[in-house]
């Protein structure tokens, strides 16, 4: 079942349009083998392809997400200096994981040392605790603050990178990527250079995590606790005449780095990462931390007849509200119900149970898919905001009244402008989608395939999890083999799972190599930019609308947007994407490549 895009997800999809269609996945499917001087020459194309990757694009290993030709502008989810490298996804892991996934598929010694120095970037970039912040500055300290300092604190819509903290995230996996990859490349060749580093990932992630009370098992969102963790946002004392009255605003719950977190799926990423530590390293004692995990999410899940799940939830009882109660985020993160989170966490109790076998996991199901049902969106709000086309859900559902609030904003740009929420289905953000796209019925059909299975059915599949004591017979479960080609789930650590591959056609193969030519990578329409950092924005108010519907404000405003529909205020006029060299495009060509040098 497709998820909703995330962060996470969107920059594998914003690509040519020759990778704009995701590739068909066979789950076993005989093809034959490619022509083997075809082969031959393809996999002489990614060794090309990873090279310059490696020798050319990079800087000491590590990647951002977009680079123009020269290299001289980058971007990762904002501007980046030359020396920086995105932990984030689809950055440095990601790219690692598709050096080593081409290692595995060609043999080709290149792709491994890509690999391994990617690898050792992250052993840089990782934090003496342990985790990994989204970004790393190779110039030092002083160069990433200064660019906190200045891109990052004017980016009106990413709160997250406004203020410096000094400490580890698991927001996007970024944390969770750069860990598999490090525990993946010292499995592969038992390299000592990459010991340390996964010893102290794991540690970091044990220790990260609640211990006892309603949170037990979860996690937060960042790692250690920052004293000085932004808890509101400034809210203008000067406000538009349109503004409607009683609109909620600001932080409802104050720091929610501190909260259980399943935004980005937090629970289920440290879980993944925890079971291929089981299954490649022997480690048994990771079995409680994992089934603590397990427990914290079936735990959080509301009461009927609103039965889903926030994007996070408070760790302890504050301000009159018990502890485990849906509690609100960024500033455009009211406090709420979230029907995609929910989505994500009903699939991940299917998960629980396949590894499991325990039908707890699957006992409450009904009851969030009743109020996924209760919840969705009106053909009166689709029709109205063009931002809802295709979704069948608001994003957040106020507790209580089972009513969708929607996000806005005012202003121009971080100093005059602010978000608020109200019942409002129209002029919604458009960078923070306002619905969701919810699979009922393949949710459904899912739950019924599961409660269905007999005894001895679920007793076989639990034998293939980690979690079994049963599961290895003496033998430890083989990661799988390819992590780029597909998001990995947990249902695929069970052993001898299967892992669908691209299905790739000898001229589509031969297209990608063509696209090569003769400079050894892709060129690619950059999917967003950025305004070069200005100063910080006036305080002067704007009463207009020509922002609240656009992924960027004013020129002082340093988000990404798209460049074929920024504001419709001057200086702003549309133009062309800017070709370029792309992270998630390298990962996506390679992929498909992949596929087709794999086949048996």
């Not at 989170?341 to 629980?352: D, E, G, I, S, W």
């Not at 479960?477 to 947990?490: A, E, G, T, W």
């Not at 001898?496 to 030519?517: F, H, K, M, R």
Request: hydrophobic share 35%.
């Amino acid at each position: 079942m497709k998820k909703p895009l995330s962060r996470r997800t969107f920059h594998q999809l914003a690509v040519t349009p020759l990778l704009a269609a995701p590739a068909v996945l066979r789950p076993g499917a005989a093809q034959a083998a490619p022509p083997a001087p075809q082969r031959a020459l393809t996999v002489r194309a990614m060794s090309r392809a990873a090279a310059f990757m490696d020798g050319t694009v990079s800087y000491r290993g590590g990647y951002v997400w977009n680079y123009l030709p020269d290299l001289s502008v980058t971007w990762g989810e904002m501007e980046a200096k030359r020396t920086m490298c995105w932990v984030q996804p689809p950055g440095t892991p990601s790219v690692g994981h598709s050096m080593l996934d081409a290692y595995h598929a060609t043999s080709e010694e290149v792709c491994y040392r890509a690999a391994a120095r990617t690898g050792l970037a992250l052993v840089e970039a990782q934090l003496p605790v342990g985790g990994w912040n989204y970004i790393h500055d190779f110039a030092g300290e002083e160069s990433l603050r200064d660019w906190y300092e200045t891109i990052g604190a004017n980016g009106w819509r990413l709160e997250e990178f406004q203020h410096y903290y000094g400490n580890a995230t698991f927001d996007d996996a970024g944390t969770s990527a750069a860990a598999q990859l490090i525990l993946r490349l010292y499995a592969e060749r038992r390299d000592p250079r990459f010991k340390r580093s996964l010893d102290r990932a794991i540690g970091f992630v044990l220790a990260s995590q609640f211990s006892g009370g309603t949170a037990d098992g979860g996690w937060p969102q960042r790692y250690p606790a920052f004293a000085g963790a932004v808890s509101r946002m400034p809210w203008p004392d000067r406000r538009p005449d349109w503004l409607p009255r009683g609109v909620q605003h600001g932080m409802e719950d104050g720091d929610y780095t501190q909260q259980v977190t399943f935004n980005d799926d937090v629970l289920g990423e440290n879980i993944k990462f925890l079971l291929m530590c089981m299954s490649t390293l022997g480690r048994r004692d990771l079995a409680g931390p994992v089934t603590r995990a397990m427990a914290c999410l079936k735990r959080m899940q509301q009461p009927g007849p609103q039965a889903g799940w926030g994007l996070q939830h408070l760790s302890r009882a504050k301000g009159g509200r018990p502890a485990g109660a849906p509690a609100g985020a960024r500033s455009y993160e009211p406090r709420a119900l979230a029907t995609h989170t929910t989505q994500t966490n009903v699939q991940q109790l299917f998960h629980y149970f396949r590894l499991t076998g325990d039908r707890a996991f699957l006992g409450r199901v009904p009851e969030a898919l009743d109020w996924l049902e209760s919840c969705k969106l009106t053909s009166e709000q689709i029709a109205e905001n063009p931002l809802l086309a295709g979704r069948t859900h608001p994003t957040f559902v106020e507790l209580g009244t089972n009513r969708a609030r929607f996000v806005h904003r005012f202003g121009s740009n971080i100093r005059n402008g602010a978000y608020y929420n109200d019942y409002d289905h129209r002029e919604t953000l458009s960078h923070y989608s306002a619905g969701r796209s919810v699979d009922l019925a393949g949710l459904r059909g899912t739950y019924e395939e599961l409660a269905a299975m007999t005894p001895a059915q679920v007793a076989a599949m639990r034998a293939r999890s980690p979690l079994s004591h049963t599961s290895s017979h003496g033998r430890p479960i083989p990661l799988p083999r390819y992590f780029s080609v597909r998001d990995l789930q947990l249902s695929d650590l069970l052993r001898d799972a299967p892992l669908p591959l691209p299905v790739v056609t000898d001229a589509e193969a031969s297209a990608l190599v063509d696209g090569l030519g003769t400079k050894d990578y892709w060129l690619t329409p950059i999917d967003a930019v950025t305004n070069p950092y200005r100063g910080p924005g006036s305080t002067t108010p704007y009463d207009g609308k020509a922002y609240m519907s656009k992924n960027v404000g004013d020129l002082r405003d340093t988000s990404p947007y798209n460049p074929q529909d920024p504001p419709q205020e001057p200086p702003y006029q549309p133009v062309e994407h800017p070709l370029g060299i792309s992270s998630s495009a390298y990962v996506a060509n390679m992929a498909k490549l992949i596929g087709y040098v794999a086949r048996p």
